[in-house]
């Protein structure tokens, strides 16, 4: 933040947000762990290797979500919020779970919100360009509704949650009551989770915000990188 206040070139972020210092991080690793290639990756499985390969890599995850939740513990006493976003099966539900099993003995627990609850009926709902209703676009949820909640959740009210029925493709009675108490944090595990108009009628400062994906240098055998979506589909 210091570099851009100053009108220098981030070394985190480029213009276009991609973050290069972590894609160092992950090519650095791939060299010290000889996994830069497909071929390479084969050779650790032909002699034996692969299982050191995936325990190390393993560690570095297990890195990852300790610094994270050692960032969030540092910020308890005004965080009433965690986004944990990402594409699908990049591992939300995974790292959720770890880091408030690392959180648990600071007396911190989730209590998640489902998104899904808030989709608009289909009679308002936005199509993609083929005429389906797309599901994936952030303009599906009801944003202001979900902002009203997210700001009396915050504020220590009860609130009532919606439920969404997929076969009449309506938002029908109520999925229940939430109040967030004593040591209880809202939980947004969202695909969307950091969409700025998501949770905008909550200040940043009582929100902490993660974003997951599975990240890789690794080249297949024509020099191309491999796509992380295709590593999501393959899961």
């Known amino acids: 933040h210091a570099l851009k ?138 944003i202001p509704l979900i902002n009203e909640t997210f700001r009396r959740l915050v504020a220590g009210e009860q609130v009532e949650i919606p439920f969404y029925n997929f076969k009449t493709g309506r938002r029908e009675s109520s999925a229940g009551t939430l109040r967030l108490d004593k040591g209880q944090v809202l939980l947004i595990d969202c695909l969307h989770g950091l969409h700025p108009d998501m949770s905008a009628a909550v200040p940043d400062e009582s929100k902490f915000k993660l974003y997951i994906e599975t990240l890789a240098q690794l080249k297949d055998g024509s020099g191309q990188f491999v796509r992380w979506a295709d590593i999501r589909l393959l899961r």
């Open 5 to 142: 206040r100053a009108g220098r070139k981030s070394l985190t972020y480029s213009a276009d947000n991609i973050p290069y210092e972590k894609l160092w991080e992950a090519l650095s690793w791939a060299v010290d762990h000889s996994c830069v290639t497909t071929a390479q990756l084969a050779e650790a499985i032909r002699s034996g290797a692969f299982p050191r390969l995936i325990a190390d890599g393993e560690a570095f995850y297990v890195q990852e979500l300790e610094r994270a939740a050692g960032r969030l513990a540092e910020r308890l006493g005004s965080v009433r919020m965690v986004i944990i976003a990402g594409p699908s099966s990049s591992g939300k539900t995974t790292t959720t779970i770890k880091v408030e099993e690392l959180l648990k003995p600071k007396g911190l627990s989730f209590v998640p919100v489902n998104l899904d609850n808030f989709f608009l009926d289909l009679d308002k709902h936005p199509r993609d360009p083929q005429g389906d209703y797309d599901f994936e676009t952030p303009q599906a949820l009801d």
